[in-house]
């Protein structure tokens, strides 16, 4: 029993800390300080790169380039631009222009990973925004492991703003009514967006000095300091104006590799031990009817939630179904993802709560012959009428 529960604490205590990361960014003390090249890194084999790791918008089942040029959106909520950018092991090529510069940019910090977004907001949000990470089917927890984890997150709760949880609604336990109606959550964890970004700069429309994409976003640290601690007056809300430069960025999670990475303490380990062999789906959404307290604790029902914009991080060989294999397989990848070893061993029906095998579905969509139209929503959350 005791081989058991140490792990898992290993786990828990990881986890935290990729949370808080995530809930802090960089108030501005240096967390992402230059450090020697040598060091900010990660050890051990090269990792596999670009043809396995997957992005996917969503919104159009289109795959995102990384470490290349900003990749356009025109969609019901947003306009402009999304750079995904990730460390490399390796220099590119000196034909690979785009990839050099992000590999230098990547260069003298500890940041694994880092996604910049540009451009305006076609629609306001109802309340705040919400940045979330979520899975489609609920992990099973014991009730020692999940009082630990719980634990960990009420802790994050009460420390930081505009952060939101829950381990999800078993759905073989719900009515049909109310799987229907969207009367669930998912496993997620939320942050109200202005309190997590890593960066922010907000731009008027005629402004000659709009930051860059691949480059830094020039926000001071009093600034960071003020916003992620919610003083008044630090952001002035959104509107569809301004020009929005946003970057967020974490030091522990290494989508190459598929593991969390240079905790405090631990060993790597691979994300499959948290989150099954499914694949991440990353959102921005609003919530119908709950005003502004960015601390409201009321689940965010499925019923509520007005998604934006959606993306699916996976990985050919960590990760199965999900929009990731979806796109494989419509791009003649074939049936299957390949894995191996510890992924392949979470991928049992003990991991994923209510699914035979531990098979993950894709994010409810319109139907498997509903159209990929560029702005068509593949999601399709209950609307209230």
């Not at 898992?8 to 949370?19: A, E, K, N, Q, S």
């Not at 300091?225 to 970057?247: C, D």
């Not at 522990?252 to 593991?259: G, K």
């Not at 991080?313 to 929009?323: S, W």
């Amino acid at each position: 029993r005791r081989r058991r529960i140490i792990p898992f604490t290993g786990v828990v205590l990881g986890i935290l800390t990729v949370l808080l990361g995530v809930a802090t960014g960089d108030r501005g003390n240096g967390t992402d300080a230059a450090v020697p090249a040598s060091a900010a890194g990660v050890s051990g084999p090269p990792r596999k790169t670009d043809e396995d790791l997957h992005f996917i918008y969503v919104n159009g089942l289109e795959r995102v380039p990384t470490n290349g040029k900003p990749f356009p959106i025109d969609d019901d909520f947003f306009q402009g631009h999304f750079l995904p950018m990730f460390r490399k092991d390796a220099e590119p090529s000196t034909d690979d222009e785009e990839g050099r510069k992000i590999y230098q940019h990547f260069q003298g910090r500890k940041r694994m990973f880092e996604f910049q977004f540009q451009g305006r907001l076609k629609q306001l949000p109802e309340g705040n925004l919400w940045l979330t990470i979520e899975i489609d089917m609920p992990v099973k927890i014991g009730r020692i492991k999940r009082a630990l984890f719980q634990g960990v997150l009420n802790f994050l709760t009460l420390t930081h703003r505009g952060i939101h949880y829950s381990f999800g609604d078993d759905l073989s336990k719900k009515s049909e009514d109310d799987v229907r109606a969207g009367n669930y959550e998912k496993l997620h964890m939320s942050f109200a967006l202005e309190c997590s970004l890593s960066r922010l700069v907000i731009s008027g429309p005629d402004d000659k000095d709009i930051p860059k994409l691949g480059g830094d976003i020039p926000e001071s640290r009093d600034s960071v300091k003020l916003r992620k601690a919610g003083v008044a007056g630090s952001f002035q809300g959104w509107n569809t104006e301004s020009i929005y430069t946003m970057s967020i960025w974490s030091e522990y999670i290494d989508f190459y590799s598929w593991n969390f990475v240079k905790l405090p303490g631990i060993r790597s380990f691979a994300m499959s031990k948290f989150f099954g062999n499914q694949p991440i789906n990353v959102m921005y959404y609003s919530l119908r009817g709950r005003g502004s307290d960015i601390n409201d604790k009321r689940p965010h029902l499925r019923k509520d939630l007005n998604v934006f914009s959606h993306y699916e991080i996976g990985h050919a060989k960590h990760t199965d179904g999900g929009h990731t294999q979806e796109f494989m397989e419509r791009r003649g990848g074939g049936v299957g993802t390949g894995m191996t070893g510890t992924d392949a061993a979470m991928s049992g029906a003990d991991d994923i709560a209510g699914r035979p095998n531990g098979t993950c579905p894709g994010v409810e969509r319109v139907g498997v012959d509903a159209p990929l139209g560029r702005k068509h929503h593949l999601f399709s959350i209950p609307r209230s009428s």
